[in-house]
């Protein structure tokens, strides 16, 4: 809820994006950008078409450092879903972060959060559906 609507909805698409650069688009990863688009208050965009999306152009509208900072973390989660931070998934999170500025450092950072995160959905979830 803290990205201005413009970012929104570039976040979804680099959500999308980065769900598919392994060419492993499964039910977790689905269901977190499910919550992430709940969560915003914005409509899933089904029909996302990699062959038009454009890496550079949807980076360049995230101006805040803070809005980079929650991309970064929210994307971490979605990478972290599936138990798996694939090499594409990487180079892609490395491209993104040289593009944001950050240091390695801070990609380490996020990443252990995005982990826990994800671990905690996850737990939180069986839980809820114990009975």
Known sequence: MKLETKEKFCFLQLAHYLARVDSEYGDKEQ??????????????EDMFDVAEFSLQDTLRHFKTKKSKKIVMLELMILIHADD????????????INESFGFSKKDISYFSQWGKAVASFYEQGKLIIEEE
Request: proline share 0%; charged share 40%.
């Open 31 to 44: 269901e977190i950008i499910e919550e992430y688009c709940a969560e915003m208050g914005i409509e899933n």
């Open 84 to 95: 798996s931070f694939d090499f594409k998934e990487k180079e892609l999170i490395q491209t």
